[in-house]
């Protein structure tokens, strides 16, 4: 799996909703994400690995929490880790919108 950061991040993506689908017939929830771009020389491919969650989580999150995790995304954006669009969706979920 090749590509920039953001790439790879949306294809484990991808692959978590397939898993959360097959077997609990949820989606799956980005919790959190990281990544490195390319490097030149030894080991110089991008690499993301993501934290994710299948469905709504069992506790409803605290404006704290919310903020805490909006800043982190945020972060992501930022570092080009998360495309704007998928900054922008995950927003949504975290303001209920």
Same mark, same amino acid.
């Not at 030894?42 to 995790?69: H, M, V, Y």
């Given at each position: 799996?090749?590509?920039?950061?953001?790439?790879?991040?949306?294809?484990?993506?991808? /692959?978590?909703?397939?898993?959360?689908? +097959?077997?609990?017939?949820?989606?799956?929830? &980005?919790? %959190?994400?990281?990544?490195?771009? #390319?490097?030149?020389?030894?080991?110089?491919?991008?690499?993301?690995?993501?934290?994710?969650?299948?469905?709504?989580? /069992?506790?409803?999150?605290?404006?704290? +929490?919310?903020?805490?995790?909006?800043?982190? &995304?945020? %972060?992501?954006?930022?570092?080009? #880790?998360?495309?704007?669009?998928?900054?922008?969706?995950?927003?949504?979920?975290?303001?209920?919108?």
């Amino acid at each position: 799996m090749f590509g920039t950061t953001a790439k790879i991040i949306e294809n484990l993506m991808e /692959e978590a909703n397939e898993f959360c689908q +097959e077997k609990f017939s949820k989606q799956a929830v &980005l919790t %959190s994400s990281r990544g490195e771009e #390319a490097r030149m020389g030894f080991g110089g491919n991008p690499t993301g690995s993501i934290e994710f969650r299948c469905g709504q989580s /069992e506790k409803p999150s605290s404006a704290s +929490e919310n903020l805490d995790t909006l800043m982190k &995304l945020k %972060s992501l954006l930022d570092s080009g #880790a998360i495309t704007q669009e998928e900054y922008d969706v995950q927003k949504k979920k975290l303001l209920g919108e």
